[in-house]
């Protein structure tokens, strides 16, 4: 079962000095429903002067609620940070700007959370020194750079039975079919009743990005720009928003995608978003990423067996797949079969058909 969209889309805010802080937000603002800080970011001795500067940002006509963040660099920060440091940080930051948004009312009319949060990470939440008063207000978080851990399920409980307001998990995907994990971890903690964000980092993650709003996640990330991603495969907040549509994707809507390996440098996307969109028809075309064809038709595409609940309904086929994808097809046609390669597959009930 799946939630109607609730698209919340957080703009993060990477910058190395405390005067570039309000320029940056201004600019993340009117495309976002949050704004993150990367306090971490920052250059340390710019610290202060970035809190002093966070009351009149953060009152700015056009802000966003905000999400604090000071991410130690094996959890995907800009520098090291040691647990003190980090415990340091949020015991000295001003109480009187968590859990109140500064333009909460007209962040409504977006979706968007009405309150600043903190996001903490499971290690420091784990020492059981996190202000009591943070905890109405905290994503609790963790993430994996090396991959999809064996287990994810465990870390989601330990971060579950935290009464913080938000939980966050971000692991590495290489390929298409480790997005099952993340899609089925939304669906648990909708069962739980849990608020979660989920992502798949990396290329082969960029569906999570794009079809995790649809799925119940709390909010997506998006960067500011296309040169400045604070994660491995996040998409530009304009790309989320104008190219895919993320707003109008429901559970009505039409998944095509393309299959490949890589995927990341195809126009395909831009061409078939934009014909949707033209057209007015509910549509997403989305880049899969896999050397594995045979899993992922077998586990996302092929409607007896796939593990995942969607309205898939076709795949172009790029190098080096369009031979390799024939053998899991139900049928092919016959100038494909006399080419020797599929570029289209389309999901035809329950059968898969070939074209070329």
């Keep these: 079962m799946r939630h109607a969209n609730t698209v919340r889309l957080c703009i993060p805010v990477c910058v190395r000095e405390a005067r570039e802080l309000a320029h940056a937000c201004a600019r993340a603002a009117p495309l976002a429903d949050l704004v993150e800080l990367r306090f971490d970011c920052l250059d ?45 940080f949020w015991n000295e930051f001003p109480r009187e700007l968590v859990g109140h948004g500064a333009r909460a009312a007209t962040s409504q009319t977006r979706g968007a959370a009405t309150a600043n949060l903190v996001d903490i990470e499971l290690d420091l939440v784990k020492t059981g020194r996190v202000p009591h008063e943070f905890w109405p207000h905290v994503v ?120 490949g390996s890589p995927v990341g440098h195809s126009i395909s996307p831009y061409m078939h978003n934009a014909a949707y969109a033209m057209r007015g028809i509910n549509a997403v075309y989305i880049p899969f990423e896999t050397l594995d064809p045979g899993a992922f038709m077998r586990r996302m595409v092929n409607p007896r067996t796939r593990e995942i609940d969607w309205r898939l309904r076709g795949l172009s086929v790029t190098a080096p797949h369009k031979t390799t994808l024939m053998k899991y097809l139900d049928r092919i046609e016959p100038a494909a079969q006399t080419i020797g390669a599929v570029n289209t597959v389309v999901v035809d009930s329950d059968a898969l058909i070939g074209y070329n």
């Design 140 to 259: 609790c978080s963790h993430h994996d750079f090396a991959g999809v851990p064996v287990n994810l399920e465990t870390i989601y409980e330990e971060m579950a039975a935290t009464p913080a307001r938000v939980l966050k998990l971000a692991v590495r995907a290489d390929d298409i079919t480790d997005c099952l994990a993340v899609f089925r971890l939304l669906e648990r903690a909708r069962l739980d009743g849990r608020a979660l964000i989920a992502v798949a980092m990396g290329e082969a993650g960029i569906a999570t990005r794009i079809l995790a709003p649809s799925r119940g996640a709390f909010l997506t990330f998006g960067a500011l720009g296309a040169d400045s991603a604070t994660a491995p495969g996040q998409l530009a907040a304009t790309d989320l928003r104008e190219r895919y549509r993320i707003g109008s994707i429901d559970g009505a809507t039409q998944i095509n995608g393309l299959i």
């Design 44 to 88: 340390p001795s710019q610290r202060d002067a970035a809190l002093g500067a966070l009351p009149a940002i953060l009152d700015a006509p056009d802000m966003r609620p905000s999400i604090f963040t000071f991410r130690p660099a094996e959890q995907g920060g800009a520098r090291a940070l040691s647990l003190d440091e980090r415990m340091r």
